[in-house]
């Protein structure tokens, strides 16, 4: 999904690309690769945060996935 994302058309590319990159961090996650998953749910939570600001929704699912996934990966001081 990721390399269909970053080749779909303007104006949806971004907004694709913002969501199946944190799609494919939470597959990495699922299978223990857990660096490869953090950065990908940094560059997810940047794409939100460059397309949508602060204080949209879309952020802050981005915000939330990424407090979850440190929580899990037992860095829940990390999430705040």
């Known amino acids: 999904a990721l ?3 970053r080749a779909a058309p303007e104006p949806f590319r ?15 996650t699922d299978m223990d690769q857990l660096d490869a998953a953090e950065s990908g749910f940094r560059e997810g939570l940047a794409l939100a945060r460059r397309l949508y600001g602060d204080d949209r929704y879309p952020t802050w699912r981005a915000r939330s996935s990424m407090a979850w996934f440190l ?6 001081e990390r999430a705040i």
């Not at 199946?20 to 961090?25: D, E, M, T």
């Open 3 to 5: 390399t269909e994302a």
């Open 14 to 28: 971004d907004r694709l690309v913002q969501r199946a990159v944190l799609r494919h961090a939470v597959s990495l």
């Open 71 to 76: 929580t899990a990966k037992g860095q829940p």
